[in-house]
């Protein structure tokens, strides 16, 4: 019980650091939300389909130090590279520029869940 319960206090603490973060117009994060097992995370840092991409687990046992993470593209695979740890997750980064309107997912190998964020057009607001 001390396990999961210090599992989901990483997890939630994680998941506060990055809503707290003041991310620009058009990043955006998306995990997986559950408390046991991996906690799968996307981040998607760029303007306009122009992204990295960052696939990673939020909570790793400390014994692994790198994973397979694979990033998909509307529903199909674009490619899979090797994780690895740096403090508290175990991740990957995509430099890639996929257009707007695209759905990019993220899995770590050994986990079924997948975590998924979709591209948007963010315009100049000039009046």
């Keep these: 019980m001390r396990t999961r319960l210090t599992a989901a206090t990483v997890v939630m603490g ?3 650091t990055l809503l707290a973060a003041a991310p620009a117009k058009a990043d955006s994060s998306g995990c997986t939300h559950h408390l046991r097992g991996p906690q799968v995370c ?4 760029g303007r306009n389909g122009a992204n990295s991409v960052t696939g990673f687990w939020a909570n790793p046992p400390k ?3 790198k994973r397979a993470i694979s ?3 509307n529903g199909k695979h674009y490619d899979t590279a090797t994780g690895r740890r740096k403090g508290r997750t175990i991740s990957h980064t995509w430099y890639v520029n996929v257009g ?3 759905k990019l997912c993220v899995k770590v190998r050994g986990s079924k869940r997948i ?7 963010v ?3 000039a009046s």
Excluded: M
């Design 115 to 121: 975590a998924c964020q979709k591209t948007t057009w």
């Design 123 to 125: 315009g100049d607001r």
């Design 42 to 45: 996307i981040r998607l840092t």
């Design 14 to 16: 994680f998941a506060a």
């Design 71 to 73: 990033l998909y593209i």
């Design 100 to 102: 707007t309107g695209k």
């Design 63 to 65: 014994k692994i130090k």
